[in-house]
């Protein structure tokens, strides 16, 4: 399983980005997957959640109508539209294989939102 996470980086309050992650080594169509993020000092979160179909989401009430999670089962890859950023979205973000934070993720891409 490898899960390459990209799109991160410095971005201005209620600025957007677009995280992209690349998945390889299992049946991606198969698998829920979700992205997760760590703040520094905090525990893992999950951010989103998305069903095998793309149809079915799932957000966290503090990411919800800003951030919209998708997936292309023909690309094996995995998106998180991020819209309307704020400083306290700064984290390390990563993709997992799942639904939930437990499962194997990627190495991360960090997010900074600053002015």
């Known amino acids: 399983v490898q899960l390459v996470e990209s799109g991160g980086g410095l971005a201005r309050p209620g600025g957007s980005l677009r995280l992209s992650c690349a998945a390889s080594g299992f049946m991606f169509s198969r698998y829920a997957m979700s992205w997760a993020r760590q703040a520094p000092g905090k525990g893992l979160e999950r951010v989103s959640a998305i069903d095998i179909f793309g149809r079915g989401t799932y957000y966290a009430d503090f990411v919800k109508g800003r951030f919209t999670i998708s997936r292309d089962n023909a690309k094996n890859m995995l998106y998180l539209q991020m819209n309307s950023l704020k400083p306290e979205d700064t984290a390390l973000y990563y993709c997992?294989?799942?639904?939930?934070?437990?499962?194997?993720r990627g190495q991360g891409t960090q997010v900074t939102v600053s002015s």
């Open positions: 997992v294989l799942g639904s939930t934070p437990a499962g194997q």
